[in-house]
């Protein structure tokens, strides 16, 4: 799974847990001491970061021997990366390694739990995150919803139109974007351009102009699914989202009702994976 990383970005990770050189290995004097590493799960996890973390190793002068690939759903007690170098390497790098693949595991793992909850209820519905990450780690979070099997709601502001209140408070409100919207489209013409209710009437008020998706936010299951039903058979080419506190414990039953998105941050937001690392001596050939 190809994200792309610059070697700025990576040369940065490391420097921030090692500006200047290792203490503790350097005043153990075990630096040069042939060794090996190995990563391994803890509990069932999609593994995610483990491109990274290759690179931080190799960056650093390791050299990896064996991996899985980003994406990959393990059991517990499976190996993940396995590397050789000096001890002074592998000290300096594992930790860094280390917190990488556990941060991005635990944001794939919960994605992956949304999204086999969403398919076992409705197959043609997908999960899509927001842009509410950590700032600074946009890319890494990305990745570890694709490792999940979901997709970015959008990447960022420029990617596509997307008129929140705050936008139609400085249109007049929906009447306001109504009238405005034709010439919106007509600037746009290659752009997706969506529009979020937080009424059932003003969801129908903008289904009748040339938009792309509409987002439900915060709407009752009951009224969504009522409206969807709707909204679906006046306007089956317009796509359908629901937004708004979409978590593990709900999502069911936002799927049931026939969006065919389901817009969520909850991936971002909990414990990171717990995986194991193992250091020790290479033995003599």
Known sequence: MTVWFSDSEIDRLIREDIPYFDLTTTGLGISQIPGRIEFSTRHPTVVCGVEEAVRILTRCGATVEDCVASGTYLPENTTILTAEGSAGVLHQTWRVALNLMEHASGIATRTKTLVDIVRSVNPKACVVTTRKVLPG??????????????????????????????????????????????????????????????????????????????????????????????LQVRFPRLKLAAAGGIDRENIATYAATGVSSLVTSWPYFGKPADLGVQLYPRSPE
């Open 137 to 230: 780690t946009k890319a890494l979070s990305v990745k570890a919803v694709l490792a999940g099997g979901a997709q970015p709601h959008r990447l960022g502001l420029s990617e596509t139109v997307l008129v929140f209140d705050r936008h139609l408070a400085f249109l007049g409100g929906i009447e306001g974007f109504v009238q405005f919207s034709q010439h919106l489209r007509e600037r746009f013409p290659e752009k997706a351009i969506g529009v979020e209710v937080s009424h059932e009437d003003d969801a129908f008020k903008v289904a009748k102009t040339d938009i792309d998706f509409l987002q439900f936010d915060k709407f009752s299951p009951e009224v969504l699914t009522r409206t969807v039903k709707v």
